[in-house]
Each structure stands twice: as structure tokens, then as C-alpha cells.
């Protein structure tokens, strides 16, 4: 009996606790739109929401976003396989599987360079690009933000969201 417990929380645990957090990174991605000032060519057509190959992600993200609307936008989720897969879109999750060193400029040259969110989750992210970045300190997931960044694609972000960031880098 304890052997099976031990299974448990050695191997089964953490995919729990890994789901959870994602279903909460996914829920502040669909909130954090809300607080940024979007220019007039990112209000046309569907709002994208984009990931880089995390399946998880784009599951908890459509299931949030089905048959929403941001303004007179449909909300839609697509799923990219790879970083050179890129095409615009108003908002790009990129889960700490992706190699951002490597990659970035890849992904702002097939962003078009404007009116993008780059939402990333690793430690060091904003130093390549991402304009807001999920980090987990004292157990806790928060997010910090580079208004430089987003400034960068022609994005606003609100005092509101800056309130509830861990750190803000100007």
C-alpha cells in the first residue's frame, strides 16, 4: 500500500499540479486582453489567440474561449507546430518547451513586428521579446511584465494588469 502511494505522489502528482497551473496560465491569458490598449488594425477580423506546440494549452484555451467575443472579435485558438509555423496573431503563448534564445526573432519576424502579445513562461523571457511572463516564486504563479516590449508592437498595457504583476521591467 504504501509502495502505491509513493507511486502516486512521486509520478502522478505533478502532471495534477502541472494541469492546474496550466488551466490557470490559460484563464489569465484570456483575461490579460482586457487590459491591454489594442491599436485599430489588431480589432480586425477573428482575435487570434496563438500557441507554440502545447497541446494542453490550446485544449484549456479553446475550452475558455468558445463562443466568446472580445469586442465584435470572435475569440479563436490556433495552434502552431513550431516556431517557423508563426502567423500573426493578436496574442502568441509560447510554453517553456520553446528555446526562445533560438527562436525569438523567428517568431517577431513571422508576427509581423506589431500589435502582437508575447506571453512566455520562462524565467528570462522578456529579455527576448515577451512582453508578459509567467514565473512561479514562493509557490506561487505570477507573472511579470515589459511595458518596453509590448510599447515595441504598438501595445498599451493598463495600470489595472501592471497592479497585479510580480515585477514590471520599463
Same mark, same amino acid.
Given at each position: 500500500?504504501?509502495?502505491?502511494?509513493?507511486?502516486?505522489?512521486? =509520478?502522478?502528482?505533478?502532471?495534477?499540479?502541472? $494541469?492546474?497551473?496550466?488551466?490557470?496560465?490559460?484563464?489569465?491569458?484570456?483575461?490579460?486582453?482586457?487590459?491591454?490598449?489594442?491599436?485599430?488594425?489588431?480589432?480586425? $477580423?477573428?482575435?487570434?489567440?496563438?500557441?507554440?506546440?502545447?497541446?494542453?494549452?490550446?485544449?484549456?484555451?479553446?475550452?475558455?474561449?468558445? *463562443?466568446?467575443?472580445?469586442?465584435?472579435?470572435?475569440?479563436?485558438?490556433?495552434?502552431?507546430?513550431?516556431?517557423?509555423?508563426?502567423?500573426?496573431?493578436?496574442?502568441? =503563448?509560447?510554453?517553456?518547451?520553446?528555446?526562445?534564445?533560438?527562436?525569438?526573432?523567428?517568431?517577431?519576424?513571422?508576427?509581423?513586428?506589431?500589435?502582437?502579445?508575447?506571453?512566455?513562461?520562462?524565467? *528570462?523571457?522578456?529579455?527576448?521579446?515577451?512582453?508578459?511572463?509567467?514565473?512561479?516564486?514562493?509557490?506561487?504563479?505570477?507573472?511579470?511584465?515589459?511595458?518596453?516590449?509590448?510599447?515595441?508592437? *504598438?501595445?498599451?498595457?493598463?495600470?489595472?494588469?501592471?497592479?497585479?504583476?510580480?515585477?514590471?521591467?520599463?
Amino acid at each position: 500500500m504504501k509502495r502505491v502511494f509513493l507511486f502516486i505522489v512521486i =509520478f502522478v502528482l505533478p502532471f495534477l499540479v502541472r $494541469g492546474q497551473v496550466a488551466r490557470y496560465k490559460a484563464v489569465f491569458t484570456t483575461n490579460f486582453i482586457r487590459y491591454i490598449g489594442w491599436p485599430d488594425a489588431a480589432k480586425q $477580423g477573428d482575435f487570434i489567440i496563438g500557441v507554440v506546440r502545447d497541446k494542453e494549452m490550446v485544449d484549456y484555451l479553446t475550452k475558455l474561449s468558445k *463562443g466568446k467575443k472580445f469586442g465584435f472579435q470572435d475569440i479563436v485558438t490556433k495552434e502552431f507546430k513550431s516556431p517557423a509555423d508563426v502567423s500573426y496573431c493578436q496574442v502568441l =503563448f509560447i510554453p517553456d518547451n520553446i528555446n526562445l534564445n533560438k527562436n525569438a526573432s523567428t517568431i517577431i519576424d513571422k508576427l509581423g513586428g506589431k500589435n502582437s502579445l508575447i506571453i512566455t513562461e520562462k524565467e *528570462g523571457a522578456t529579455k527576448y521579446g515577451a512582453m508578459i511572463n509567467f514565473v512561479i516564486r514562493d509557490n506561487k504563479l505570477k507573472f511579470e511584465i515589459n511595458k518596453a516590449n509590448a510599447s515595441k508592437f *504598438g501595445l498599451q498595457i493598463s495600470s489595472k494588469l501592471e497592479n497585479m504583476a510580480s515585477a514590471i521591467k520599463l
